[in-house]
């Protein structure tokens, strides 16, 4: 349960009617409260470790885990190579990004031919970029087309990414967006995101969704009551409703 939904359930209902105005409370009413919900240092712990995981900062993870004595939920030394596939795509070396693939697990491949077509797509881009045109149409042909013709969405994929042949300047071209650096790092994620579910670890770190539900819990509770919030996530600062 988030730390605002507490809060939500502790106010008594009948303060929080809105019958007549929101409920008041004070920043000495609100810090006792918050002094009163009680949070184990070693789950703070064990939320910092599985950011640090997740996004991959192993030298931080193993420098977290000697000093807290936190244990990783996953062996540190595939972190690295997981950042190095990853690493691959964002350079756009996809075709040596498949290969540490198959070297870490060659099942996240073969039961992933979205992943696996995403990645073809993106050679097909870097060919593109890098003015290969012959190989690229190619490639196109032998690799991807055989795969559009068993599925509606990677042909329509297929046929966006061929458009950018069609335009001798790209910034003209109606789908450029696959050009930009982002759509790597989109690749990148979704190749992070892959191995993270094959070694039984979540795809997502908490910290994030925890601070979303924190959001959405000061959204909820503004509606029944003025208090001080956090507006600012990165100092955590409590401001009073007039600042």
Not at 153 to 169: C, I, P, W
Not at 204 to 227: C, F, G, H, R, T
Request: glycine share 2%; aromatic share 6%.
């Amino acid at each position: 349960m988030s730390l605002f939904r507490i809060f939500i359930n502790q106010l008594d209902e009948d303060d929080l009617e809105m019958a007549s105005s929101k409920k008041v409370i004070t920043r000495e009413e609100w810090e006792k409260k918050l002094n009163a919900v009680k949070l184990r240092k070693e789950d703070m712990n064990t939320l910092v470790m599985n950011f640090l995981v997740t996004e991959g900062f192993v030298e931080a993870a193993d420098k977290f885990q000697r000093e807290s004595g936190t244990k990783p939920e996953i062996d540190l030394s595939t972190i690295t190579d997981r950042m190095a596939v990853k690493k691959a795509v964002q350079n756009g070396h996809v075709e040596d990004a498949i290969e540490k693939v198959n070297d870490l697990n060659p099942e996240i491949l073969d039961t992933n031919p979205e992943l696996f077509f995403h990645l073809q797509q993106q050679r097909l881009i870097e060919l593109i970029r890098h003015g290969k045109i012959e190989e690229a149409l190619e490639f196109a042909q032998e690799e991807l087309a055989p795969r559009g013709e068993e599925n509606q969405s990677f042909l329509q994929e297929l046929e966006k990414t061929v458009a950018l042949l069609v335009f001798e300047d790209a910034s003209n071209c109606p789908v450029k967006d696959l050009l930009d650096i982002s759509h790597r790092l989109k690749t990148a994620s979704e190749v992070n995101a892959a191995i993270l579910t094959s070694q039984s670890h979540e795809k997502d770190p908490k910290l994030p969704s925890l601070l979303k539900m924190l959001i959405w819990a000061q959204n909820q509770l503004d509606e029944k009551a003025v208090y001080p919030h956090i507006n600012d996530l990165s100092t955590a600062q409590l401001q009073d409703p007039s600042e």
